[in-house]
């Protein structure tokens, strides 16, 4: 195996919703018997957070508010193929039909958006980072969750993601979208220096004709079941994880 370059950090809890997993319990069944303890139950969202966000938006903020005083203090990493792709979906539609926008649409259609609207509400001003990077967007997210770790480990991260099934006219177009509708957020910390502790790391892709469906739902099966090393294999990397 080529000599690889691992990133270290530590998951201390976790959030994870799809349409067939919602609590514990069922990610119990699905993953394996470990780590289930950290797991964050999502709370209520107010209706001043409830109103501005699309159904898969309330999903990843009520699982990142979840997560307490983190919230507060962590920075945010945000991680989607498309964001709330239903609102700027819509944005454009209004635009092609020449009407007039609705500024607090618009100003939630930008891809981080949510972002933006928890550190807002939490009074959070550690600053934030979204990306988007196709079928990779969550393995990018943890990457770029580690590099800030290792350049600032006294600050925490949240890492958000949230991917949905583009509309039917969009079909194809965007990857394989089996796995989803999924929301995943991780609350990072500097390593312990344990074997809790997760080793990262990021080498070319050696099936890119046969990407896994889903590096999130990888990388959190890997979490779940104690397994000491897991590979994701995505349509540019692969992504190794190892438990210290």
Request: charged share 20%; aromatic share 8%; hydrophobic share 45%.
């Amino acid at each position: 195996m080529p000599s690889e370059t691992f990133m270290r950090f530590a998951v201390r809890n976790w959030f994870a919703w799809t349409s067939e997993r919602v609590s514990a319990a069922q990610w119990r069944d699905w993953g394996g018997p470990c780590r289930h303890e950290d797991f964050i139950a999502p709370v209520a969202l107010p209706l001043s957070l409830r109103r501005r966000a699309t159904p898969i938006g309330q999903t990843l903020l009520a699982g990142a508010l979840g997560f307490g005083d983190m919230v507060q203090r962590a920075r945010y990493v945000l991680a989607s193929r498309h964001g709330e792709f239903s609102r700027a979906r819509q944005t454009l539609m209004t635009l092609a039909q020449e009407e007039e926008l609705s500024p607090a649409e618009f100003s939630m259609s930008v891809h981080h958006g949510l972002a933006g609207l928890l550190s807002i509400h939490a009074r959070n001003r550690e600053g934030h980072t979204a990306l988007a990077a196709g079928t990779e967007s969550f393995a990018c997210g943890l990457l770029e969750a580690a590099a800030c770790i290792a350049e600032n480990p006294q600050t925490p991260i949240l890492l958000l993601y949230a991917d949905e099934k583009l509309p039917h006219e969009f079909t194809g177009l965007a990857g394989p979208e089996s796995a989803l509708p999924c929301v995943m957020v991780l609350g990072l910390t500097a390593p312990q220096m344990d074997e809790g502790d997760i080793l990262l790391a990021q080498q070319p892709t050696s099936r890119p004709e046969a990407p896994t469906p889903s590096a999130a739902l990888d990388f959190l099966r890997f979490l779940l079941s104690g397994s000491r090393q897991a590979v994701s294999h995505g349509e540019s990397w692969d992504w190794t994880w190892r438990h210290a």
